[in-house]
């Protein structure tokens, strides 16, 4: 099945500072790659998400890159708040599982004001 | 317009005992997906449901679990006989359809097996 590995697996940043996240997957086959950000004592949230034909995608101060050819995608997190602190989850989707989500181990990002 | 709903979101039970998590998916969703996370670990896939259908339940232990999407009412993950090994938090997710939107997650049901 899938496999992804994501790191660093804790990522403490000052406030206004850059965050990346990143995450490599066995599969080439793979053609989603969803980001859930986690809060304490609640359930992820689609943060973001991106699909195997696009290369990047935006939103806000939120980005994802995606290289098929190296089997990699990162989270990159511009001008971190306070509220940015969160455990972050990458996940991949192949074709032939359609449903099923591979989620990486997470990464748990402070942000020090 | 309610999110994925989970209850309870926290349930302590002896060795031996039975667990029922239920899971109530968003307005418009008939697909219901199971996972449970370790502490420090992330989301692993447990079982696929639609209404009154298991789909893939390749992530669940065959023995112990068992989980049900009947036509009327909520989503249940059952554990028979539970062991300390069953602590987790087991999140629930819904989606509108099976691979063209995006898995909406309840806030979790954390067990704890004392």
């Known amino acids: 099945g899938e496999n992804v590995e994501q790191h660093p697996s804790t990522l403490s940043v000052q406030e206004g500072d850059s965050a990346v996240i990143k995450c490599t997957y066995s599969?080439?086959?793979?053609?989603?790659f969803p980001w859930y950000k986690q809060e304490l004592g609640k359930g992820p949230q689609l943060i973001i998400d991106?699909?195997?034909?696009?290369g990047e995608k935006k939103d806000q101060r939120i980005a994802v890159t995606l290289n098929k050819t190296a089997k990699h995608f990162s989270l990159h997190i511009t001008e971190t708040q306070p509220e940015d602190s969160a455990v972050y989850f990458c996940?991949?989707?192949?074709?032939?599982?359609?449903?099923?989500?591979?989620f990486g181990a997470g990464t748990t990002v402070t942000v020090r004001a | 317009n309610a999110g994925v709903m989970q209850n309870p979101r926290h349930l302590v039970r002896r060795r031996g005992q039975e667990a029922r998590l239920r899971c109530s998916p968003m307005?418009?969703?008939?697909?219901v997906y199971w996972y449970r996370q370790l502490p420090e670990e992330g989301l692993k896939f447990m079982v696929y449901?639609?209404?009154?259908?298991?789909?893939?339940e390749s992530g669940m232990p065959k023995e112990r679990f068992s989980a049900e999407f009947p036509k009327e009412g909520p989503s249940i993950l059952r554990i028979q006989q539970v062991v300390r090994g069953d602590s987790a938090a087991y999140f629930c997710?819904?989606?509108?359809?099976?691979?063209?939107?995006?898995?909406?997650f309840g806030n979790g049901t954390r067990l704890t097996v004392t």
């Open positions: 307005k418009g969703h008939s697909h």
């Open positions: 991106i699909r195997s034909n696009v």
């Open positions: 599969d080439s086959a793979s053609n989603y």
């Open positions: 997710a819904s989606s509108r359809d099976r691979n063209n939107s995006p898995l909406h």
């Open positions: 449901l639609q209404k009154e259908n298991i789909i893939d």
């Open positions: 996940a991949a989707r192949v074709p032939t599982n359609d449903y099923k989500l591979s």
